[in-house]
């Protein structure tokens, strides 16, 4: 199988990530790639429902309001498997939370909130929602890899999602004090049936799953 | 007292099993001895199995003893399956455990059951930090070990793998346990792969739907070879992909199968070779110490009591639903 025409940026258990030119701009091209541990035909299936999937979720999501990267091209071709997108040089959420001062840390987790409500009232869950996924460029936020993600509007995906980004709160910006609470405030802003997926995210919490630390 | 030389009996008894083996400080298993409950017809029933246990507890741990070439006098500890697993089945074992440490006077140790899978795997092979895929009846988990404690990176979100196959299995008319039936078959087959729901949900699985699937495949005329094969293709795919998800994302290197549905050998055919395409090893027990047995739990609770883990009877309560991730993992650094 050829290599893509740039560098390697990334590597996942699913896809390689590639920057790659594309119409004299900068692009990125996710490939998922042939695992050969499965049968070839449900392999191949495998990779062409998600890369599909994934272009939709884009799509979709930027149409319910929250900045995405342009998907350029889809390539189906059974041993390729390439989205090929957008390439927003911009800087992760997760830098940003930690740099900038308690004010403003808690300004964009408001509106990490407020875009994940409008995913949900979109009826798309990310389904992995740390604040690496998170772009900000040009005073806009985007989220990015949907890789994960379905359209659903059940809270209980909703509430994973939720848990997800609580983790990350919790882990990576442990210090930072009312930012998940302020993040929540913006998602309720967004999202009518906050209050509901707010509830299932701590019954998840209570579960044991999806948690650092052990409950009860 | 030479920790190296310490003798540990270990008591398992979850679910179908009921076992008894006799470990070293060194992991030598010196003996593992199991009887396993077959129902007479369709699918566990707890306390029917908990009689069998009941019944048969004492000559397994009699044998365990003899086998290994040792005295009661000479043990120094024993270890029980504390959960997660059937109430009643577990009460068996944790009584007989009790019994044992009272009229030896030995300390006791309840240990947890999914973690002793994946300690006689660290134990008896050369896997030193893997994931462990454990697949049994009951359990379908991906779990490694970080920050002290071994986490579960994905799950069955509703039946067990082994359990799946069972029950598929016994809408052919296989019998208990199904899963090996069901390799012999797939291995047949010479007809194509007929798709059935792939239901992988970010690190967790999910496997109901595929049971309903084939069997309505099966009612519509599917050569049972066809369904055997398509099923164990799918499947196993699921669990590979969870693996390697588990394996990406806590940054390891080693992959360990355990369960008594890693008996596969088409399952640990794609592991392996998902662990070789990534660079990784994969490592597999002795069939013996894959299924569920004693000696097992003896290692962990050996493992458990050398940290410093002291239990006294009052704590020695089964714990149905017991989670991986509650256990304060004192033994490694």
Same mark, same amino acid.
């Given at each position: 199988m050829?290599?893509?025409?740039g560098?390697?940026?990334?590597r996942?258990?699913e896809a390689?990530?590639w ?5 004299g ?5 996710k ?9 070839p035909e ?6 062409q429902?998600r890369t599909?999937?994934?272009a939709?979720?884009?799509r ?22 390439? *989205?090929?997108?957008?390439y927003?040089?911009?800087?992760? $959420?997760?830098h940003?939370l930690n +740099?900038?001062?308690?004010?403003g @840390? /808690? ?13 949900h009232t ?5 389904g992995?929602l ?6 900000l ?7 990015i890899?949907?890789?994960?993600g379905?359209?659903t ?8 999602d939720?848990?997800v980004?609580k983790?990350?709160f919790?882990?990576t910006h442990?210090?930072l004090g ?5 993040? *929540?405030l913006g998602y309720?802003t967004a999202?009518?049936? $906050?209050?509901?997926?707010?509830? +299932?995210?701590?019954?998840i919490a @209570? /579960?044991?799953?999806?948690?650092d630390q052990?409950?009860g | ?12 008894s979850?679910?179908h ?6 470990v070293?400080g060194?992991?030598?298993v010196?003996?593992?001895?199991m009887?396993?409950?077959v129902?007479p017809?369709g ?16 000559p ?9 070439g ?12 504390q959960g997660p697993g059937?109430?009643?089945c577990?009460?068996t074992?944790a009584?007989?455990a009790?019994?044992?440490a009272?009229?030896?006077g030995?300390?006791i140790?309840g ?15 050369a896997?030193?930090?893997p994931?462990?895929l454990?697949v049994s009846?009951g ?12 986490r ?5 979100l ?12 016994r809408?052919?008319?296989l019998?208990?346990p ?6 012999k078959?797939a291995a ?18 999910s496997f ?5 699937a084939?069997?309505?495949?099966r009612?519509?005329?599917a ?8 099923m164990?293709?799918t499947?196993?795919?699921m669990?590979?992909e969870v ?16 369960g ?13 070779r998902?662990?070789?395409d ?10 013996r ?6 000696a097992?739990i003896?290692w962990?609770?050996?493992?458990m009591?050398r940290?410093?883990v002291?239990?006294p009877?009052?704590k020695?309560k089964?714990c ?5 991730d ?5 033994w490694?650094?």
């Amino acid at each position: 199988m050829a290599e893509l025409n740039g560098a390697l940026i990334g590597r996942g258990a699913e896809a390689e990530l590639w920057l790659v030119g594309w119409m004299g701009r900068r692009a990125v091209a996710k490939r998922r790639v042939p695992k050969a541990y499965r049968l070839p035909e449900l392999d191949r299936s495998l990779r062409q429902s998600r890369t599909k999937l994934e272009a939709r979720l884009l799509r979709e999501g930027r149409l319910a309001g929250v900045p995405t990267p342009l998907v350029y091209d889809v390539d189906l071709a059974p041993d390729s498997c390439v *989205l090929t997108m957008e390439y927003i040089e911009g800087e992760q $959420a997760k830098h940003l939370l930690n +740099r900038l001062p308690l004010i403003g @840390a /808690r300004r964009l987790s408001h509106r990490i909130g407020e875009a994940v409500g409008r995913l949900h009232t979109g009826g798309i869950v990310h389904g992995d929602l740390t604040t690496s996924n998170m772009l900000l460029r040009r005073g806009k936020l985007y989220f990015i890899d949907f890789g994960l993600g379905a359209t659903t509007d059940a809270l209980e995906v909703q509430g994973v999602d939720l848990r997800v980004l609580k983790e990350a709160f919790g882990s990576t910006h442990a210090h930072l004090g009312g930012c998940f609470d302020e993040m *929540l405030l913006g998602y309720t802003t967004a999202y009518d049936r $906050a209050a509901e997926a707010v509830e +299932r995210m701590k019954e998840i919490a @209570a /579960r044991g799953r999806y948690t650092d630390q052990v409950e009860g | 007292m030479n920790p190296t030389a310490m003798l540990c009996l270990g008591i398992e008894s979850t679910a179908h099993t009921v076992g008894a083996g006799v470990v070293d400080g060194r992991c030598n298993v010196l003996s593992n001895e199991m009887e396993t409950y077959v129902p007479p017809e369709g699918g566990i029933h707890p306390r029917e199995a908990a009689n069998h246990h009941a019944e048969r507890v004492v000559p397994v741990i009699r044998a365990a003893v003899e086998k290994a070439g040792a005295r009661f006098s000479e043990l120094e500890l024993v270890a029980f399956s504390q959960g997660p697993g059937l109430g009643p089945c577990l009460r068996t074992g944790a009584t007989a455990a009790r019994s044992l440490a009272v009229s030896l006077g030995i300390p006791i140790i309840g240990v947890n059951h999914c973690i002793a899978h994946l300690e006689i795997g660290r134990g008896t092979t050369a896997a030193r930090d893997p994931v462990l895929l454990y697949v049994s009846g009951g359990n379908t988990q991906v779990i490694a070990y970080m920050a002290s404690r071994y986490r579960i990176f994905g799950e069955t979100l509703d039946i067990g793998v082994g359990n799946l196959l069972d029950k598929f299995g016994r809408g052919m008319g296989l019998a208990f346990p199904a899963g090996p039936k069901i390799e012999k078959s797939a291995a047949t087959n010479t007809d194509p792969y007929l798709p059935l729901p792939y239901s992988v949900k970010g690190m967790d699985i999910s496997f109901s739907g595929i049971l309903t699937a084939a069997e309505v495949k099966r009612r519509e005329g599917a050569p049972a070879s066809a369904l055997c094969y398509s099923m164990q293709e799918t499947v196993f795919a699921m669990l590979v992909e969870v693996t390697e998800r588990a394996m990406a994302h806590a940054e390891k290197d080693e992959v360990l199968l355990g369960g008594g549905v890693a008996a596969n050998s088409r399952l640990r055919q794609m592991l392996g070779r998902m662990a070789a395409d990534r660079g990784a090893k994969m490592f597999v027990p002795a069939s013996r110490l894959c299924v569920d047995n004693g000696a097992m739990i003896a290692w962990l609770g050996l493992l458990m009591h050398r940290s410093g883990v002291r239990m006294p009877l009052s704590k020695t309560k089964i714990c149905q639903r017991f989670r991986t991730d509650e256990v304060e993992v004192a033994w490694r650094n």
